[in-house]
């Protein structure tokens, strides 16, 4: 089952850099929603990637890009947005570390 795509709307408008608590909760939803991770080691690496934004070190804009294209790749997108994600962070010098 896939969720509908027009109940997943993206986070940002004019990204504000210090994210409030409630916009985060609302990203970790997002990505848990429309990704569909399966394991609790997805879920822990959707977590390292809101993490990443509330400190700024990855972009809103990156992440939400990121899932929008992912979600267009397959029923179950989660596997492309994280290779994608961590392909995109690599290529700005970011490297995502692996969730414990």
């Known amino acids: 089952m896939v969720a509908d795509q027009t109940r997943l709307k993206p ?49 809103l804009r990156m992440v939400e890009g990121t ?3 992912a979600r267009n790749q397959a029923e179950w997108p989660y596997p492309y947005f994280e290779q994608a994600l961590r392909e995109r962070a690599r290529r700005v010098g970011i490297k995502i570390s692996k969730a414990l």
């Open 11 to 59: 986070l940002s408008g004019a990204e504000d850099q210090s994210l409030s608590d409630n916009k985060l909760e609302d990203l970790r939803a997002l990505l848990k929603v429309g990704l569909l991770p399966a394991s609790p080691a997805q879920e822990a690496f959707l977590d390292k990637v809101v993490s990443y934004v509330a400190q700024g070190t990855l972009s």
């Open 67 to 69: 899932f929008v294209w």
